[in-house]
Structures are given as structure tokens and as C-alpha cells.
């Protein structure tokens, strides 16, 4: 290597150390937006019983907040893999903001399916810019990036409801207003930030760095993105059942009071936050093939014994589920980018669209299939859904095609 060459490296290797305070107020911003979309979920109990909601009902508001954001984030991510918005994340949450008050004085359930829409809008811009953003910020280390990027956000959907049993069961619907100071904060954090991705753009029109991609044949990408698909699905249907459901299926089964339950809910939430972390570096280190492995169908033992056990092993098991399943979507979202890559956006915005929308969808029909059967039943048949892990053995080794092609 030349003496300009290594002078080069020398200033890259420095500008991505400097970078990481960026990928810290991203993952911190993470975490104030998951905090307040966590706050919906969390109030399902106070709002069942205040509006008269069935559980068709609770899912409807999943559905419309989980839809609106997946059916925009592709399409955000599409239009921003070519033209980058930098000041699109402080906007987006501009309209969060505007969602949370309107759901703290909603007074019908027609204001609450709008109020969470607006809140889905505001996560929609979110997501794919700020996921690129971590990418950006990573020196190179895109599964560490990633997790980090999905511990601030699992962290803040754990905090959520701990904080909603503290604030909101106690003091009421309106007492939502008080989160609006997370979304003020973020607000000032984003735009900020969006000043230091400006000046990195520009940056990198001036000296692109050049894109490897893997020498794969584009049927079996396709093969490996639809598998990614379906483990996107199982993992995130099986999480909606207990983010949107374990406080009613604690309840039914164990008679807990609604603090109580949503305490339970904090410690199933946190151990997911805890286990993101665990997925990126161990993807970096080992393959995200054997990661994916390990964290959806590792996962099923715990969750078909679930519904079978006493409330305190049906707390360690869910922190366990937790913990083991979170480490997943890290691992599948970088296989994804490392599959089409230069489309960043895209495949963010893809599945963490594919997320919400999975999400949403689920637990429409979960609280359908709730209403005409029961809470229990329903957690009696998701905890088959891990078993779709399996599929992981049909996927292609990125890392070595990817590593190959950068030798090339």
C-alpha cells in the first residue's frame, strides 16, 4: 500500500471513530420514538375499559398504527436510497409529537385510530433514514451499528409501559401529554443530527466509496430475501402476541391487577432489549446465518412450554423468549442489506416496514381469533410459530460471497 493510500485509510479509520457520537444520539433518539409508540400497547387495558373496546377493537388500533407505518417505510426507504433527506428525522418526529397530543385528549375511538396513524407517519420517516444513519456511523461494523441502533429502540419499548403504569394508570388518559417532552427532546437531538448527515453526504459525493456486492445468482436472492420475509413474520406475530396480549392473558389466567401485568410486560420488554444487543456482534464475529439460527428456532422449547406453566415460570420463560428472540432482526436486516447492497433505505424501510405491518396484521387477527375463542388459546397457538426457523437452512452464505467479491 502507498504512502497516500495508507494517509487515506488513516482519515477514514479516524472520521469513523469520530462518528460514534452520532450512532449514539441516533440509538438514544431510538429510544425516546419506541418509548412513546410503546405507550399505545401500554394503555390498551386503561382504554378497553374507558371506550367499552372489544378485542377486535385493540387489535384495530395495532392494525392501523402497525399498517400505516409498513406500508410508507419501503417507500421512504425507496425515495431516500436516491435522494437522502437528513432533516426527514426531526420532521417525522415533528408528526409523532402531534400524534401523542391528540391521543391524550381522544375522546372516541374513531380520534384514537387517528391519533396512532399519525404516531405510525412519524415512525415510518423514522426508521429507514435513522437505520441508514447507523449504517453510516459505523466504522464499519454494521451488525455492532444495527444492535446498538435496536437496543435504544427494544430499551425504550421496555421502558414505556413501566412508565405508564407509573404515570398514566395513575393519573389518566391525558397524563400521555407528559411524554411530549421525549418527542420535544428528540425533535432537537434529530435536527442536529440531520446537520452532521449533511455534511457526511456531501462528503460522500465527493469521494464514494465503492460497493461490493456478493456473487450470488438473483433467484437465489430472492429465494433468501423471501425466507427472511417469513422469518420476519414469525418472529414479529409471536412478539405482537405478548406486547399487545400478556397483560390480558396474565389477568384472565393468574388474576393479576393491570400494574402488575404491565410490571411483567417491562421485564419481557427489557430482557428484548437486553437480547438485540447480543445479535449484532455475535453476527460480526460468527455469521448472521448461525445468529438467525439460534434465535428464532432456538427460541421454540420455551415457547411451546409457556402455556403450560405457573405465573412465575411463565415470567422466566418470557424473559428468556425475550432475551433469545431479540437477537434476530439485527442479524436479518444486515443479511438483508448485505444481499442488495446500495439499497440501504430500501431494505430498511422494507423490513422494518415488513415489521410494523406483520406486526399489525397479527394482532388484528389474534384478537379476532381472541374474541371468538380466548386469550389462552391464542398464546396455545403461537407458540408454534418459532418452528417457521427452520427455514433458516436454505439460506446462502453472504459473508463469504461478500468477502470473496471484495478481493475481486
Not at 394503555?43 to 398504527?65: C, D, N, R, W
Not at 397530543?101 to 381522544?106: C, E, G, N, Q, S
Not at 448485505?338 to 406486526?359: C, N, T, W, Y
Amino acid at each position: 500500500m502507498s504512502k497516500e493510500q495508507n494517509t487515506v485509510s488513516a482519515v477514514r479509520d479516524h472520521a469513523e471513530q469520530a462518528v460514534m457520537p452520532v450512532l449514539f444520539a441516533i440509538t438514544f433518539c431510538h429510544l425516546l420514538n419506541d418509548t412513546i409508540q410503546s405507550l399505545i400497547p401500554a394503555i390498551y387495558p386503561m382504554v378497553k375499559e374507558s371506550f367499552h373496546l372489544s378485542f377486535a377493537q385493540i387489535g384495530m388500533i395495532t392494525f392501523t398504527f402497525q399498517c400505516v407505518a409498513s406500508l410508507l417505510q419501503p417507500a421512504v426507504g425507496f425515495y431516500t436510497d436516491k435522494k437522502p433527506k437528513p432533516y426527514s428525522l426531526a420532521a417525522g418526529m415533528v408528526l409523532t409529537l402531534v400524534g401523542l397530543v391528540m391521543l391524550a385528549y381522544a375522546d372516541r375511538f374513531s380520534w384514537l385510530l387517528v391519533s396512532v396513524a399519525l404516531v405510525g407517519i412519524g415512525s415510518a420517516v423514522f426508521h429507514p433514514e435513522s437505520s441508514r444513519l447507523a449504517r453510516l456511523a459505523s466504522g464499519g461494523r454494521h451488525g455492532f451499528a444495527q444492535s446498538l441502533f435496536q437496543v435504544g429502540g427494544n430499551t425504550g419499548s421496555s421502558i414505556g409501559p413501566l412508565l405508564a403504569a407509573l404515570i398514566i394508570t395513575r393519573n389518566g388518559q391525558t397524563s400521555i401529554l407528559w411524554f411530549s417532552v421525549l418527542a420535544i427532546a428528540a425533535i432537537i437531538i434529530l435536527f442536529k443530527v440531520g446537520g452532521w448527515y449533511h455534511n457526511h453526504l456531501s462528503e460522500l459525493k465527493k469521494s464514494p466509496r465503492p460497493v461490493s456486492a456478493p456473487n450470488l445468482p438473483r433467484k437465489t436472492v430472492y429465494r433468501a430475501l423471501a425466507i427472511l420475509v417469513a422469518l420476519v413474520f414469525s418472529k414479529y406475530v409471536y412478539l405482537v402476541s405478548i406486547s399487545s396480549y400478556y397483560t390480558f392473558y396474565l389477568i384472565t389466567k393468574f388474576h393479576v391487577s393491570v400494574a402488575s401485568s404491565q410490571l411483567y410486560l417491562f421485564l419481557f420488554l427489557f430482557a428484548v432489549a437486553a437480547g438485540t444487543y447480543i445479535g449484532g456482534p455475535l453476527g460480526d464475529h460468527f455469521g448472521r446465518k448461525y445468529v438467525i439460527w439460534g434465535s428464532i428456532l432456538g427460541v421454540a422449547p420455551f415457547t411451546l412450554l409457556l402455556p403450560h406453566v405457573d405465573l412465575f415460570w411463565t415470567a422466566v420463560l418470557t424473559v428468556i423468549i425475550g432475551f433469545i428472540l431479540a437477537s434476530a432482526f439485527s442479524a436479518i436486516l444486515v443479511f438483508g442489506q448485505e444481499l442488495v447492497p446500495g439499497r440501504v433505505g430500501l431494505i430498511s424501510g422494507l423490513f422494518f416496514g415488513l415489521a410494523f405491518g406483520v406486526a399489525g396484521i397479527g394482532s388484528a387477527v389474534l384478537g379476532e381469533l381472541a374474541d371468538r375463542t380466548s386469550i389462552i388459546f391464542v398464546f396455545q397457538v403461537c407458540a408454534f410459530l418459532p418452528l417457521i426457523g427452520l427455514l433458516t437452512g436454505f439460506l446462502p452464505k453472504v459473508e463469504g460471497e461478500r468477502d470473496k467479491a471484495q478481493r475481486t
